[in-house]
Nanobody, 129 residues
Framework: QVQLVESGGGLVQAGGSLTLSCAAS????????MGWFRQAPGKEREFLVA????????YYADSVKGRFTISRDNAKNTLYLQMNSLKHENTAVYYC??????????????????????WGQGTLVTVSS
């Protein structure tokens, strides 16, 4: 099983950009579909985007489609989230997650019977207005 560590969070002005990274330990990173999630203060965790094991299909939530881009580098065991045109309401703790089943990533935040195999600890993104 991999362990995930997010980085790249911080303070950014509204309209700005930020790139988050999720470093995976272990040799099985390429065995996992990966995703990004966020949890704003006082709100439920929200699915943002998922990507298949190889560099292939991606699935975006409507809330970030066109502004956020997910990518992965299996040689570096790293997942990325490029965030553009950030808004104050995007302030949240951002988490990466891993599961061998892509569908689980997409539905985990809405299906209480499911959980991911691996979660990162999160990184805080604060967008100033």
């Amino acid at each position: 099983q991999v362990q995930l560590v997010e980085s790249g969070g911080g303070l950014v002005q509204a309209g700005g950009s930020l790139t988050l990274s999720c470093a995976a330990s272990g040799r099985t990173f390429s065995s996992y579909a990966m995703g990004w999630f966020r949890q704003a203060p006082g709100k439920e965790r929200e699915f943002l985007v998922a990507i298949t094991r190889s560099v292939g299909s991606t699935y975006y939530a409507d809330s970030v489609k066109g502004r956020f881009t997910i990518s992965r580098d299996n040689a570096k065991n790293t997942l990325y989230l490029q965030m553009n045109s950030l808004k104050h309401e995007n302030t949240a703790v951002y988490y990466c997650g891993a599961d061998t089943i892509l569908h689980t990533l997409v539905v985990v935040t809405t299906d209480t019977d499911r959980d991911l195999e691996v979660w990162g600890q999160g990184t805080l993104v604060t967008v100033s207005s």
